[in-house]
C-alpha cells in the first residue's frame, strides 16, 4: 500500500515532467523483380521513463494502459495477420521492454503482396470513417524503374487529432515517421523534395515529424525513379 | 442645515430598513444554505472592476446574444450586488425544492431574460414569473428579488420511459416446436441481461429500454430467420398486434401519471415560491441557531452550511429503493449522520484567500473518531526539512493504536440497525459484523502494532533535479544502413522522502536482511539502497535513525541526515501546521514554478512562465484534530503583496491572463 502510494505520486510528477515521442521507421529493401524485405520499427526509447511510469498505472488520461501481456497480444495479432497475407514470409519480429523499441519484419514476393497486407484493414477504415485514402501504400513498374511511395491526405488526420485532449496532443509533438527504402540500381530522382538520396545513390531517405504530417504540410508520398541499368 | 441632516438620517434609515436581508425568507430547517456576501465581494472587487476584466467581459457578451442586444452589460441587468445572494435546500415530503434568491434594484429588465415566445410570462398580483412545462423550475420575481426555484422529486413511482413495458415474455407462437424452445431461451436470456443492465442505469430509462427491446427483437429476427417455416411473419401475428397494444396500453397509463404527477409538482412547486416571495416563514433560518454560529463574524465573502447529514440522506434515498433490497436498511444513518453539519467559509483576505471548514458531528461519533486523531508528533521530523529547497509536504498525525481501537466499534455502530429495523437480513449482518469486529479486537495487539508503525508520518517533495537517461537512436552509414548507438539526454527527476516513526528496528533490519539475501537490497555506506527495477522506475534508500525509519530517492540527503549534516529550515507557520495538525498539506507554488523545465508545459502556458512564476505563492491545506465533537479545515491560499490589490482581484488577474 505504502510503496504503492510512494510510486503513485513518484509517477505522476515524472509523467508531469517528462515529454514522451516516437519514431516509426519504415524500411524496404527492393529487389529488381519487385520482391524484398520490410522492417517496420516503433522505437519509444526516448520516453522510456515515462512510459515505465505510465506502464505501472492503471489508466492515463482516462484510456487504459496496455499491460506487456496486452502489448504482447497486440504483436501475436500483426503476426498472424502477415502469416495468413499472400507473397508474405519469414516473418520476425523484436520486442524489447527495456527501451520499448517493437519491430516487424518480412519477406515479400511482390509489391502487391506487400500491399496485400493492409488492403483490408485500409478500406475498413475508409468504409467506417468515410476517408478516402489509398488502398494499396506501394507501387512498383519494373519496366520504367519507378518505385512509389503512396499516401493521399485526408483531412480526418486532422480531424481526429483536433478530437484529442491537449495532454494527449503531447505525444506528437516530437514524433516523427522515417522511411528508408533500397534499391539495387541507383537512383536517378525523386519526387519528394524532403527525401535524401544517400551518397551511393542506392538508398534514399525521407523524415517527415508527426505534427507536420498531421497538419498536412509535409508528405510521405515519395516516387523513386531508379536509373535503368539493366 | 439640522433639518437637511436629520433628513438624510430619516432616508438613510428607511433604505435600511427597506433593504431586509433575504435570510429571513428562507426556513429554519433549510438542509443547505449558500450565501453570497454582495457588499463583502463589492468592497473587494467592484462591479465596474469585474465588468472590465475579460471573464466580465465574456459574461456581457453573453447576456447580450441572450436578450438578443435588448443588454449590453451586467450593470443593465438591474442587481443589487450589494445584497446577500442565497441559494437553499429545503426537503418537503421526498420532494428537494432548490431555490435561488437573487436580490435587484429594479426587476424591470428581467423581462428581456425571456425572449423566446415559448417563455410564457404569467403576471400575477405583485409578482411575475415564468414555469418549465416539462420539469417544473420556476422563475419568479417581484420589484426587487427574484427566486428560481428547481424542484425535484424523490416520490417519483412511475418512471419516465417504463422499460418494463418491453419485458414481456410471451412467446410467439410459431410452428416450428424447436424454434419455438430458442426463441424462449433466447428472449429470456437477453432479457434477463438486459434488466440487469436496466437495473444498473437507473436515469437512463429511455436507453435502456430501446436496448432491451432492440436486442430481443433481434435475437427473435435472428431465430425465426433459421426457422425452416419461412412463411410464418410474426409481426403480422395476431400475438403480436395483441402485444402491442397492450404495450401501447402500458405507454399511456404511464404517460398519464407522468403527467398527473408532474402537473402536481408544477402547482406545489408555483405555490411553493409565491409563499417565499410574498411572506416569510414563520420561523426562519436567523432562528436556528447552528447557521447563526455558522455565520461567524460575518465578514466572509461566501459561506456554505450544510444541516443534518442523516436528514438529506433518507431524502435523497428515491422510496421505490425503500424495502426489503435497500442497501442502507443494514446501515444505521441516524448514528452515523445524526447531527452532522459542515460549515464552508471563504475569505478574500489581503495576501491571502482562506477557505475554512467546519464539521461538527453527533457526541458519540465525536467520542468514536477522538482517539484515531489523538497521535503524538515525531519532533524529530522537523529536523528533516528545508523550506528553501521543499516543493510540498504531507503529514499524517494520527494514532495507530486509536485506530485500531475505534475502527471495531466505528463498524459495529456502522451495522447496528436493530433497533431502528426490523429487517431480519440486516439483523444478520449486524450480528456478523459485530462478531467479526469482536475477533479482530481480540486477535490484534493495538499497542504491539503501533509499535511497528505509530502513526505520525510525513512524506516530502524535497527537490527536483536533473538526470541523465540513455535511449536508443541510430547512425546511417552511406547506404542508410543503420546501427543503433546509444544516446544520453537530461530528464527532470523528483526527490522524495518519506519517514515515520516505528520502535520496530529489529523488524525493519530483518525485512532488509531478507532483500539482502535475495539480492533484491544492497548495504551500502550504512543504508539499504534497493535499485530501479521495471516496476520501480528510480532508485530508493531506506534506513533506522532515531525510532524513525527513512526511505528516500536521494542518497545524499539520506547520508546527511545519517551523519547529522543535514541543514534543515522550516517557518515557524509550517512548524505549527504539521506539528499540531492531524493531516496537513502544503504545495512550495514559487519553488515548483521555478524549477519545473519550460518545455514540461503545457505549450499554451510557456509564454506566460514568467507571470506564473511571479504570481504563484504557497498553498497550505490543514485539518485539526477533534476538539469537542468539532473538527476544522483550513486551505490558505497565499497570493502575491504586489501587482494585486487583494486576493480576489488577484484570481480575477489570474483569469484574465489565462484567458489571453
Known sequence: ?230 | MKNVYTFIFTLVLAVAVQAQDLAKKIPSNANVVVTIKGRNVMELLSLREFSSSRLGQQIAKEIDRETKGEMATIEDLGLNVNENFYYFLETKEGVFYNTFMIPFSDTDNILKLFPRERDKIVEDGTVSYVQDSYDGIVAMWNKTTMLVVIPSDQNEDYNDYGYFDYNDHSVPPVADEVAVEVVEEAVEQVSEDAIDRVETIEEGGQVAAEFVYDETTEVIEEVIEETPDTTYDYYQSDAYKKAEAEREKRRLEREARRETAMKALQTTTLAYAKQLLNGAPSKSILQNSGYKKSMGKGDDEATVWVNDFAQIYKSALPKRLLGPTNPYEFLNLDELYGGMTITGRLNFEKEQAVMGLDYTMSDKMAKAYKPMYEGKFNKNFLGYINEDRLLGYMSVNLSTKGILEAYPELVETMFDTKATNTNDKAATIAAASSSVTRLFSLLIDEEGASKILRGDMLLLLTDLREKEVTYTDYEYDEDYNYKEVEKTKTETVPDFLFLFTSEEEKLFRNFMKIGVLENKVAFENGMYHISKTRSTPFDIYAMYKDNTIFIGSSETHLTQIKNGTYRSKLSGQLKKDISKSATSFYINGKNIVSKIPSEAFPRELRSNIDFLTNNTEDLRVNFSKIKGNAMTGELVLKTPAQGHKNSLAYFMNLIDKLME
Open chain 1, 1 to 230: 500500500m505504502l510503496k504503492k502510494s510512494l510510486t503513485y505520486l513518484f509517477l505522476v510528477t515524472l509523467l508531469v515532467l517528462n515529454s514522451s515521442c516516437f519514431d516509426i521507421l519504415e524500411e524496404i529493401n527492393l529487389k529488381k523483380d519487385g520482391s524484398g524485405t520490410m522492417l517496420i520499427t516503433v522505437n519509444m526509447s526516448k520516453s522510456k521513463t515515462k512510459l515505465a511510469s505510465i506502464m505501472l498505472l492503471d489508466s492515463i488520461n482516462g484510456y487504459k494502459v496496455p499491460s506487456e501481456d496486452d502489448i504482447e497480444l497486440a504483436l501475436n495479432d500483426v503476426m498472424a495477420h502477415l502469416k495468413k497475407s499472400k507473397g508474405i514470409t519469414n516473418i520476425k519480429q523484436t520486442k524489447d521492454f527495456e527501451n520499448y523499441i517493437f519491430s516487424v519484419s518480412c519477406d515479400f514476393e511482390s509489391i502487391e503482396s506487400l500491399n496485400g497486407i493492409t488492403a483490408h484493414l485500409i478500406q475498413e477504415q475508409n468504409k467506417r470513417e468515410s476517408t478516402k485514402f489509398e488502398t494499396s501504400n506501394f507501387a512498383y513498374n519494373a519496366t520504367e524503374k519507378v518505385f512509389e511511395r503512396k499516401f493521399t491526405y485526408d483531412a480526418s488526420i486532422k480531424k481526429s487529432f483536433d478530437y484529442l485532449k491537449k495532454e494527449d496532443k503531447k505525444v506528437f509533438q516530437d514524433a516523427s515517421f522515417t522511411a528508408i527504402y533500397r534499391f539495387e540500381d541507383q537512383i536517378e530522382e525523386t519526387s519528394n523534395t524532403i527525401a535524401k538520396i544517400a551518397p551511393s545513390k542506392k538508398a534514399v531517405m525521407l523524415r517527415v515529424d508527426a505534427m507536420s504530417f498531421i497538419l498536412g504540410e509535409k508528405t510521405i508520398k515519395n516516387k523513386v525513379k531508379l536509373i535503368n541499368s539493366k
